[in-house]
């Protein structure tokens, strides 16, 4: 289970974040429109817990108008520092600061996993016009890849649980057959897989998976325990020191 003290974790290492994590394919949001069953140019999105602003910075340049909401401190001042002529409220999904009805879309990228859905969906609904639509998704590191697997199993091993951060924020495996995720119920979704792959220095890797929850709420001298032995395996594996990173997007629209 997540917690408001795993979501504040991120604000520390905002910067870390920034230039770390993944981003997400043009396909995305080409399945978005699809989906939504309306262009995102000239839309009025809110991308609700926006963090450093990857998925907003996609979003804006396909031409949406749209609001980033971000309840972080050092989450919103890297937001700031990234897309500084985006509109940004601070606010989380339980209590958007948003008016009723104002919106054509509100997203969730990489973020409903820290929401409270009995508070989130009231509060999508009241912002979003009649016939307006709610996606949320998350990239899925891809398990049919064998050093995926592996390296998913010991992170499920060094930090003794079922579910990891790295599973809920982008590090696990996406599940065979079934959407992955945990949606809302009550609600009518649509989903989507989009598989994709970006090639990254080994460094870049590192510094994304220690950009968990799990591992900032740990520290960084117990971070290094496992990720410095994931260094060594993955160098042994990569020996160009490049990572190719394979993804499944899980995308999900309804129309609350």
Do not use: K
Not at 5 to 20: E, H, K, M, P, W
Not at 219 to 225: F, K, Q
């Amino acid at each position: 289970m997540t917690t408001p003290t795993q979501a504040r974790s991120f604000d520390a290492a905002a910067a870390v974040y920034a230039a770390n994590r993944p981003s997400y394919p043009p396909a995305l949001l080409d399945a978005v429109e699809e989906l939504a069953g309306f262009g995102l140019a000239g839309s009025r999105v809110a991308d609700v817990g926006a963090g450093t602003g990857l998925g907003t910075a996609l979003l804006h340049a396909r031409g949406a108008r749209v609001t980033a909401v971000e309840p972080g401190d050092g989450m919103a001042a890297q937001f700031r520092r990234t897309l500084p002529g985006v509109p940004l409220v601070r606010g989380d999904g339980d209590r958007l600061p948003l008016r009723s009805g104002s919106c054509d879309l509100v997203t969730y990228a990489q973020a409903w996993h820290w929401t409270d859905p009995e508070r989130s969906v009231p509060e999508a609904r009241r912002v979003l016009r009649p016939g307006g639509g709610l996606a949320l998704w998350w990239n899925d590191s891809d398990a049919t890849v064998p050093w995926v697997a592996a390296q998913d199993a010991r992170l499920r091993r060094f930090f003794g649980a079922e579910e990891t951060a790295a599973a809920q924020e982008g590090g696990g495996p996406a599940e065979d057959g079934g959407f992955p995720r945990r949606l809302p119920a009550g609600l009518d979704f649509t989903t989507r897989r989009i598989p994709w792959t970006r090639r990254v220095p080994l460094d870049v890797h590192l510094a994304n998976l220690g950009s968990f929850s799990d591992f900032l709420m740990i520290g960084p001298e117990a971070a290094g325990a496992f990720l410095e032995p994931e260094r060594e395996r993955l160098a042994a594996l990569f020996p160009d020191g490049v990572v190719e990173e394979r993804y499944t997007v899980s995308l999900a629209v309804t129309h609350p």
